[in-house]
């Protein structure tokens, strides 16, 4: 079951993040393919970064993977070409913003679920979680703020208030290079896969994401959706400005 939800917040003129979820019936059985895209630019440019990606993304979805499950695939070939439309996006997103004269970019995290694997892609502060009895982080931000905790400089409670906590060490369309961080693994049942925007998770916790969104609450998808939603409406109580985007995967 998937659901997929985004909000506007409660402070920006639009809405700059992107994504799209799909459940696809392959030769390979069934997989899901989500792509969630936070985009941030001047002149409200961030939501032509997000979803020229997203469509990047899907033309692969349309296009490459099909072929892939002829033959089937093994981890290297999707990053690979997960690399190259990253490669490719970064170009035509930095071009853009030459020719009008601004700064635009995007996050990206994007995962393939089949029945056995996972395939993720990360860069940025957008992040991927495992949800079961427990709350766990899949992907690692990719900002300032989070090389301080790794490095031991801060704790992670600093890292939640640290004014840096927004600042990227890269993004697709706003650094020369970009190296995306790949994982890989066997995919689990009976879990809750999260992809969400730095926006859904900065004025709630850990605890709460559990209690709404762990697997054995999620037998429904009008209930995912409706979780999703009120952690959203809870996000914008807190007084959340960003955009707030989130999709599920529950897996069974």
Same mark, same amino acid.
């Not at 969630?36 to 296009?63: P, Q």
């Not at 970019?105 to 990360?122: F, H, K, P, Q």
């Given at each position: 079951?998937? %659901? ?5 917040? *409660?402070? +920006? %003129? ?11 019936? /392959?030769?390979?059985?069934? #997989? /899901? ?11 409200? +440019? ?28 093994? @981890? ?9 439309i990253i490669e490719?996006?970064?170009? +035509? ?10 700064? $635009?970019?995007?996050? !990206? ?6 029945? =056995?694997?996972?395939?993720?892609a990360n860069v ?10 427990? !709350? ?12 301080? !905790?790794?490095?031991?400089? *801060? ?5 939640? *208030? ?7 060490? &890269?993004? !697709?369309?706003? %650094? @020369? ?5 790949? $994982?890989?693994?066997? /995919?689990?049942? @009976?879990?809750?896969? #999260? ?8 004025? *709630?916790?850990?605890? =709460? ?6 697997? =054995?609450?999620?037998?429904k998808v009008a /209930?995912?959706? &409706? ?12 007084? =959340? ?12």
């Amino acid at each position: 079951m998937v %659901s997929a939800s985004t909000d506007i917040g *409660i402070k +920006k %003129s639009t809405n700059q993040d992107s994504l799209m979820v799909k459940t696809l019936k /392959t030769g390979k059985g069934r #997989m /899901t393919f989500a792509v969630l895209c936070d985009g941030m630019g001047g002149l409200a +440019k961030g939501e032509v970064a997000s979803a020229t990606v997203i469509n990047a993304f899907h033309n692969w979805m349309m296009n490459q993977l099909p072929i892939l499950c002829k033959t089937g695939f093994e @981890d290297f070939e999707i990053q690979e070409q997960w690399e190259t439309i990253i490669e490719i996006m970064n170009q +035509k997103i930095m071009n853009y913003g030459n020719q009008q004269n601004i700064k $635009l970019g995007t996050t !990206v995290v994007a995962m393939l679920l089949t029945e =056995e694997r996972y395939y993720i892609a990360n860069v940025g502060d957008s992040r991927i979680y495992k949800i079961s009895d427990k !709350v766990e982080i899949l992907t690692e931000d990719q900002t300032v703020v989070a090389r301080e !905790v790794k490095n031991g400089n *801060i704790s992670q409670e600093e890292a939640r *208030i640290d004014p840096r906590r927004n600042v990227l060490l &890269q993004c !697709v369309g706003a %650094s @020369d290079y970009v190296s995306a961080d790949f $994982l890989f693994g066997n /995919t689990e049942k @009976d879990v809750t896969y #999260m992809l969400c925007s730095d926006g859904f998770r900065h004025e *709630i916790n850990d605890s =709460e994401i559990q209690q709404f969104l762990n697997p =054995e609450e999620l037998t429904k998808v009008a /209930t995912m959706k &409706q979780n999703a939603d009120y952690l959203i409406d809870l996000n914008k109580k807190r007084q =959340e400005t960003d955009n707030i985007s989130v999709i599920l995967v529950r897996t069974f």
